[in-house]
């Protein structure tokens, strides 16, 4: 099975700042990657799929990149809305690995 | 479209539970339905999928043998269900629906079910 795996498992950082998450899989995943954000007591809200792809009213500040095993999320501006714990997921038709997530916390 | 989830719900050790999920907004049979575990402070958890025209399920290893997910598709909602239930299940399960292209995720999320597993 694939593993994915998030790095770092906490970033403190502050508003306006440019912040990059990162994700690793333990093989190729070939672009199957998506993020979510998730805020306590809440659902996970999908922010990027497909890799780069912003899901439907995601801010552009947002933004997805890498290939093969590394990926990352880059949030170029931090806005205070953006302080929550972020998932990376592996996907495919029948399997959903997320990342054990990143929380960003105010500096 | 929605993904209205059946509320909390506490139990206790060895009782069973069927949680359920309706969908609402969309051909509900066209669109795979996945549930995901949230044990208190910790990640996401994938436990498996149903498509709902055909009923193919698939489970995480993790999960295969714990729980049973089915579907109605007459009423358009999925099911997650336990037939004993173990302090260790404690946790937020959401249901999440595949989008509808081909690289599509998981794009829109049930609120979530609270279940509490205590003697």
């Known amino acids: 099975d694939i593993q994915v795996t998030q790095s770092p498992s906490t970033l403190s950082a502050s508003i306006g700042d440019r912040v990059t998450l990162t994700c690793r899989a333990s093989?190729?995943?070939?672009?199957?990657l998506a993020w979510f954000q998730q805020k306590p007591g809440k659902a996970p809200k999908p922010l990027i799929y497909?890799?780069?792809s912003l899901e439907r009213g995601v801010p552009s500040r947002f933004s997805g990149s890498g290939s093969g095993t590394e990926f990352t999320l880059t949030i170029s501006s931090l806005q205070p809305d953006d302080f929550a714990t972020y998932y990376c997921?592996?996907?495919?038709?029948?399997?959903?690995?997320f990342g054990q997530g990143t929380k960003l916390e105010i500096k | 479209v929605q993904l209205l989830q059946s509320g909390i719900e506490v139990r206790k050790p060895g009782e069973s539970l069927k949680i359920s999920c309706k969908g609402s907004?969309?051909?509900?049979?066209?669109?795979?339905i996945a549930w995901v575990r949230q044990m208190p402070g910790k990640g996401l958890e994938w436990m498996g999928v149903?498509?709902?025209?055909?009923?193919?399920?698939r489970y995480s290893p993790s999960f295969q043998g714990q729980v049973t997910i089915s579907v109605d598709k007459s009423i358009a909602t999925a099911y997650l269900q336990w037939d004993s239930l173990r302090a260790s299940d404690t946790a937020m399960y959401y249901c999440?629906?595949?989008?509808?292209?081909?690289?599509?995720?998981?794009?829109?999320w049930g609120q979530g079910t609270t279940v509490a597993v205590s003697s």
């Open positions: 999440a629906r595949r989008g509808p292209d081909y690289f599509d995720s998981l794009d829109v």
């Open positions: 907004g969309y051909t509900f049979n066209n669109y795979w």
């Open positions: 149903i498509y709902p025209g055909d009923s193919d399920t």
């Open positions: 093989q190729s995943i070939s672009g199957w």
């Open positions: 497909k890799t780069s």
């Open positions: 997921q592996h996907y495919d038709t029948y399997v959903y690995t």
